[in-house]
Nanobody, 115 residues
Framework: QVQVVESGGGLVQAGGSLRLSCAASGRSISVFDMKWDRQVPGKQRELVASITLGGATNYANSVKGRFTISRDNAKNTVYLQMNSLKPEDTAVYYC?????????WGQGTQVTVSS
């Protein structure tokens, strides 16, 4: 079983920055894909950014140029550097990892951007 734990959320003013971290652990896990989704109450969860084992990245149009996803394969850890934050980035951010099988999710971390 894979455990996924996020950290780094919080309250920030518009234009500020936050860095989210997510660590995956478990016996003999192999982590291939990693991603960050976010969800606002009453709305569908949406993909923010993803990264493959080889480092290929994909971003939602709304965050391109402002957010950067990266990973440390040795630590099974993924990061999301968020710059130039906007109030519309306010959401619960969820990390997910996938090896051989389905996605494993973290519990989520709240990001609140004040105007």
């Amino acid at each position: 079983q894979v455990q996924v734990v996020e950290s780094g959320g919080g309250l920030v003013q518009a234009g500020g920055s936050l860095r989210l971290s997510c660590a995956a652990s478990g016996r003999s896990i192999s982590v291939f894909d990693m991603k960050w989704d976010r969800q606002v109450p009453g709305k569908q969860r949406e993909l923010v950014a993803s990264i493959t084992l080889g480092g290929a990245t994909n971003y939602a149009n709304s965050v391109k140029g402002r957010f950067t996803i990266s990973r440390d394969n040795a630590k099974n850890t993924v990061y999301l550097q968020m710059n130039s934050l906007k109030p519309e980035d306010t959401a619960v951010y969820y990390c997910a990892v996938r090896g051989i099988g389905s996605w494993s999710w973290g519990q989520g971390t709240q990001v609140t951007v004040s105007s």
